[in-house]
């Protein structure tokens, strides 16, 4: 019988007060893990979490992702609060449309918004983790990508699946680099899961037009993920660092 065990273990998962980031956050801690919960504007949720888990001295730490200082803000927050960290799941991220049918100026300000959380703020804490986990000896990084890299996307969602290829890139490249001292890097790639983020794709398109493009009869939950991704936590997925994990319910098959 598979036993993870994740006591001791500190966490710093971004996103964390609502949809993946809450489900995995919950079951870290039900597993034993220190979490700092990070959030932007959730603060009832991103709290509530922790409520539930509080023997495991988890916190919430507020940022917006889209600021450079913030996200330094946040990281040294969060080490002046544990001392150490021991993995970095990057899962923030915004779905923003920007159709080609707006004007440019318009089309491209949802491109740098788009950038600047889902994947300047993502390189920045990987240079940041990478520092802090040089100096303890070890550490991890799950990054949190996207079906989008691997079959494209359609056109209003050209910044989302361009930044989610940003971060497969990089997380690849994290691993190949720095392997040899003890850092490992994996890639959770999702399809459409049923988030509050995915709640307006929904009311405009409807959830069957989801459900025909899937090889399974329902939608895939944030809770559906939690258990692949405790397992990279654990140690015991280590030698398929810089692997890419597929769960987008048989919608894209590679």
């Given at each position: 019988m598979l036993d993870i065990d994740?006591?001791?273990k500190t966490v710093l998962l971004t996103g964390?007060?609502?949809?993946?980031?809450?489900?995995?956050?919950?079951f870290l801690m039900k597993m034993g893990a220190r979490v700092a919960v990070h959030y932007n504007s959730n603060k009832e949720q991103a709290a509530a979490s922790v409520a539930k888990y509080a023997e495991t001295g988890s916190q919430i730490f507020k940022a917006d992702l889209s600021?450079?200082?913030?996200?330094?803000?946040?990281f040294e927050e969060v080490l002046q609060s544990f001392d150490k960290i021991d993995l970095i799941i990057l899962n923030a991220g915004v779905f923003l449309s920007?159709?080609?049918?707006?004007?440019?100026?318009?089309?491209?300000?949802?491109?740098?918004?788009?950038?600047?959380?889902?994947?300047?703020?993502?390189?920045?804490?990987?240079?940041?983790g990478i520092d802090h986990f040089m100096s303890h000896g070890e550490g991890r990084f799950i990054y949190i990508g996207s079906r989008a890299v691997f079959r494209g996307e359609?056109?209003?969602?050209l910044a989302y699946a361009a930044s989610k290829g940003g971060i497969v890139s990089l997380a690849r490249s994290v691993a190949r680099s720095f392997?040899?001292?003890?850092?490992?890097?994996?890639?959770?790639?999702?399809?459409f899961t049923q988030t509050q983020m995915a709640e307006g794709f929904i009311k405009d398109h409807g959830e069957?037009?989801?459900?025909d493009e899937i090889a399974?009869?329902?939608?895939?939950?944030?809770?559906?993920?939690?258990?692949?991704?405790?397992?990279?936590?654990?140690?015991?997925?280590?030698?398929?660092?810089?692997?890419?994990?597929?769960?987008?319910a048989g919608s894209h098959i590679r």
């Open positions: 994740l006591n001791g964390a007060s609502n949809g993946i980031g809450k489900a995995v956050a919950e600021s450079e200082k913030e996200v330094y803000a946040l920007h159709t080609t049918n707006q004007n440019t100026e318009d089309w491209f300000t949802v491109w740098k918004k788009t950038m600047d959380i889902n994947l300047s703020a993502v390189g920045l804490l990987t240079k940041l359609t056109e209003e969602y392997g040899k001292h003890n850092i490992k890097s994996f890639i959770l790639s999702p399809g069957q037009k989801v459900l399974l009869n329902k939608l895939t939950k944030p809770e559906d993920l939690s258990p692949i991704i405790s397992l990279m936590c654990s140690g015991l997925m280590d030698h398929a660092t810089g692997a890419t994990i597929d769960m987008n």
